[in-house]
């Protein structure tokens, strides 16, 4: 799906390198001009598909759960897959926008402040009496409303957003747990709280699945079908080239944030409902595990590269993992460190590999690498 | 073609990796589902690592190995509301017969909860209760009453039961600590007409706070004859003022701490002894509650069981099962324990 062309699938091998090319991106975009051939599009496109960062955390995944559905006891029941789907919504829906931001080379780490100041206003909305859709609104909006804060920061002040999200992790927390102190509101409509725990009829697949998978499909057709995709890609890739191309840099990225504190925003509420409980503190340390999946998913935490179906797929792997070893017996502290040993050794991987492939390639040599974005 | 066939390398080195990773950890002995008669019993502290915990959950174990069960401890690493969340799931996949838990939260666990009790799992709570809808059985350590009149009963002992005496208590508007200052001040004032409460001052569960509230109840009250601190944080601060200072021994102190805080100072004689449960004997107390549910010896309110050498119990009308009266510390039995 997401082929060379949008600069995810093998990045080693894409940038154009002709010098001081300004419109790298736009290269890539517009696709092979003037008669040149592109060192990647030589492969047969089996390869340039199959062979990918992306395929190999799916194949990776695939192995884990075939793996697990053999050696563990349980894991092949289809409460396994009602519980780990449920339990990584929030991870999932996250990650979307982040993977987008990530991609433009910036970084969000307020989405699980967000989750919690979204959750503590739906159940501040719904302890004053209001129709439950009217909370909920009020929450994405809140959220995108603190998206829109870093995006600000981010853009028209010139800061960057590490610093920036970092400050908001804290002030958005903190306002959660002011709003609310240390009680939970957890006296929700039950209506809503047992849809959250609701299948697809005749699947073990909860229905909010259904939710992010329209957002998913918008999120994928976006940033890898339409000229804004391209767009980031370009910026994650030479900010300044992405600029001279006619790329509002700015604008872009504020809307990103924007985008992504709507998402938490929704991914609080439904936090909210799962656990049935409106609190401050509701998935403090989130952040971590998001950016851990999407990096895990093939992203480059240097920008320009990664794609959507490796994120999902590096969410499913952490929380497959998770789930397989804690029917093993295995504890939590070990589950812990298989997660950042993964995560270590899959960017090592594709930093070694990207070393090794940049000693090969001379300089002089056609599509020679004149920069590898590492990671 | 370099860069294809190191990718494929790659691609197949990391999945080969993480296979055999997940085969080195994984296919375990799955935790054991009771299909063999045995009870199978896990243990869902709040977090892996605590001491008091650790001590509870050697209790459970056991309980379990006298009435031939399988025992298994889980739980996450931090105590958040929601992190025990996964590892109730994992025991209702694992079908356990019973789940022993102390809730992070008493409502973000119960729908996951309920789960596990619709496939049949036995859920006993104890130390820390959930919403009683969301559980079987609770293995409560002490009721306020019980905790009230041991710290009055140890304060007017060692203080020959005349004099003044005053409070060091966490914060303000602490729930528990205030229902067990209510009761302690009746029972002072029914039973002990000699001893006359002058302060109630208020730590905040912060240690330096503690601290120097303990130094300006010593330097206010001239004649002060010992100080009462429910709070394991409370004692401790007041302990460590007393230690170094000239009323080591002339103020007696006494209220809720852990073995391991109090330790020094039980040994150096500024604290004679203090009380708090015996977490060992929750955690046999709840495994045996766990066992008798699952094979029916118990089934709710009205009902006994035998819970080994600690005797018999009845679940009350709240289904509640009562460890007993606070187990009080001092020099001789202090290093029996590790928590």
Redesign the interface.
């Known amino acids: 799906m997401s082929e060379v062309s949008t600069g995810s699938a ?1 990045g ?2 894409t940038v154009p390198s002709g010098g001081a090319d300004s419109a790298a991106g736009r290269a890539v975009a517009a696709g092979p001009n003037g008669g040149r051939v592109y ?1 990647a599009h030589a ?1 047969p496109l089996w ?1 340039r598909v199959l ?3 992306e ?2 955390i799916i ?2 995944l695939l ?2 759960v075939a ?2 559905t053999v ?5 092949d ?1 289809p ?2 897959t009602t ?1 780990l789907l449920r ?1 990584i919504t929030p991870i999932l829906l996250v990650a979307l926008p982040m993977t987008l931001i990530i991609v433009t080379e910036e970084i969000d780490l307020s989405v699980a402040s967000v989750i919690g100041l979204s959750s503590v206003v739906v159940g501040l909305g719904v302890q004053a009496g209001w129709p439950f859709p009217v909370a909920v609104g009020l929450a994405v909006v809140v959220g995108a409303v603190a998206g829109a804060v870093n995006g600000a920061l981010v853009t028209f002040v010139g800061l960057p957003s590490l610093a920036v999200t970092i400050g908001t992790l804290a002030l958005f927390r903190g306002v959660a747990v002011g709003l609310l102190g240390t009680t ?1 509101i ?1 006296d929700l409509p039950e209506f809503w ?1 047992g849809l959250t ?1 609701e299948n697809i009829p005749g699947t073990p697949i909860p229905l909010v699945m259904i939710v992010f998978a329209a957002l998913a499909l918008v999120f994928a057709v976006v940033l890898h079908f339409t000229p804004v995709g391209r767009s980031l890609y370009a910026i994650g890739l030479n900010k300044e080239a992405a600029a001279f191309s006619g790329i509002d840099v700015g604008l872009t990225k504020f809307w990103l944030f924007v985008t992504s504190g709507a998402v938490a925003g929704f991914a609080g509420v439904y ?1 909210t409902l ?4 409106a ?1 401050g ?5 989130m952040e971590l595990q998001v950016i851990a999946a999407v990096l895990l998913g093939g992203v480059s935490i240097f920008g320009g590269r990664g794609a959507l179906h490796g994120v999902i797929a590096g969410v499913l792997l952490i929380g497959v ?14 589950i ?1 460190v ?1 997660t950042g ?2 995560l270590i ?2 960017v090592t ?2 930093r070694v ?1 990207a070393l ?2 940049q000693r ?1 390639a001379r300089p002089g040599r056609r599509g020679g690498i004149a920069q590898v974005p590492p990671g | ?4 066939r ?3 390398l ?2 197949v ?3 080969a ?3 055999l ?3 080195a ?9 009771a299909d063999d008669g045995d009870v199978s019993v896990t243990f869902l502290p709040k977090n ?2 605590n001491p008091y915990f650790d001590t509870s959950n050697a209790g459970g174990a056991a309980a379990v190995e006298e009435f031939g069960g399988t025992f ?1 401890e ?5 105590a ?3 992190s025990q ?3 109730i ?2 025991a ?4 356990v017969d019973a789940l022993v838990v102390s809730a992070n ?1 008493p ?5 996951a909860l309920d ?1 596990a009790s619709g ?1 049949g799992v036995k859920i006993v709570t104890f130390d820390s209760d959930t919403n009683p809808d969301c559980r079987d059985v609770f293995v409560n350590q002490a009721t306020a009453e019980g905790i009230a009149s041991a710290q009055v009963d140890l304060i007017t002992e060692q203080i020959g039961d005349e004099g003044q005496i005053a409070i060091l208590s966490a914060s303000a508007n602490a729930t528990n600590q205030n229902a067990w200052i209510e009761l302690m001040e009746a029972d002072l004032e029914a039973n002990h007409p000699d001893v006359e409460l002058v302060e109630i001052a208020y730590g905040d569960d912060d240690d330096q706070t503690s601290f120097d509230k303990t130094a300006a109840l010593l330097q206010t009250y001239p004649d002060l004859k010992g100080i009462v601190s429910p709070t394991t944080v409370g004692i401790a601060a007041a302990a460590r003022y007393l230690s170094t200072s000239e009323y080591q021994g002339e103020v007696a102190l006494t209220g809720l701490g852990t073995p391991n805080q109090m330790r020094e100072y039980v040994k150096d004689g500024t604290v004679e002894a203090f009380a708090l449960w015996n977490p060992e004997d929750l955690g046999y107390l709840a495994a045996h509650t766990a066992n008798a549910l699952v094979t029916g010896e118990a089934s709710g309110p009205g009902d006994s069981f035998e819970a080994g050498e600690l005797g018999t119990f009845e679940i009350d009308d709240d289904g509640v099962v009562l460890l007993g009266d606070p187990f009080v510390f001092d020099a001789d039995n202090i290093d029996d324990f590790d928590f």
């Open positions: 093998d080693v091998g060192a492969r390869r062979v990918t960062r395929a190999s194949g990776l192995a884990v793996v697990a050696a563990v006891p349980n894991f029941s409460l396994t519980f339990e939970a957890s709280t725990r936090f799962l656990y049935s409980n609190r503190d509701n998935a403090i340390g993992l998770g789930s397989a070893l804690r029917l093993s017996g295995v504890t939590s502290d070990i812990t298989v040993l993964l050794g899959s991987s594709a590999l090794a492939h090969r | 073609m370099f860069s294809t190191r990718n494929t790659g691609a080195a990391t999945a990796a993480a296979v990773l997940l085969a950890c994984g296919g375990g002995d799955g935790g054991g589902t892996l690592g298994a889980v739980g996450p690493t931090e958040s509301p929601t969340v996964s590892f799931e994992t209702a996949q694992q079908a939260d409502e973000a666990i119960c729908d789960e496939v």
